[in-house]
């Protein structure tokens, strides 16, 4: 069964910045989407930001102008570079893969971003 692997969390003050990394174990076939999805202490987990196959992307609000999402479909990897981190973009972060066929959905086992005040 494929794996995604994230990479890059850690501790980083406010106005910092971090670049998170997912790659899979294995070759996925058939991606529509590449995404981060974040998820705060007692909160629901929310989109961050998706890039598709054809390379359109989609931001959440909170974090338009600050983050940077890319994906390399060949390589079945995707970044989230991050800049101007705040104190609320404090989460576990995680990424997804959607595809047109089985498995259809995978996802990282989550990263911890933490920004200090």
């Known amino acids: 069964q494929v794996q995604l692997v994230e990479s890059g969390g850690g501790l980083v003050q406010a106005g910092g910045s971090l670049r998170l990394s997912c790659a899979a174990s294995?070759?996925?076939?058939?991606?529509?989407?590449m995404g981060w999805y974040r998820q705060a202490p007692g909160k629901q987990r929310e989109l961050v930001a998706f890039v598709t196959s054809g390379g359109r992307t989609h931001y959440a609000d909170s974090v338009k102008d600050r983050f940077t999402i890319s994906g390399d479909v060949a390589k079945n990897a995707v970044y989230l570079q991050m800049n101007r981190l705040k104190a609320e973009d404090t989460a576990v972060y995680y990424c997804?893969?959607?595809?047109?066929?089985?498995?259809?959905?995978?996802w990282g086992q989550g990263t911890q971003v933490t920004v200090s005040s």
């Open positions: 294995r070759s996925i076939f058939s991606i529509d989407n």
């Open positions: 997804q893969i959607t595809t047109g066929t089985s498995p259809y959905s995978v």
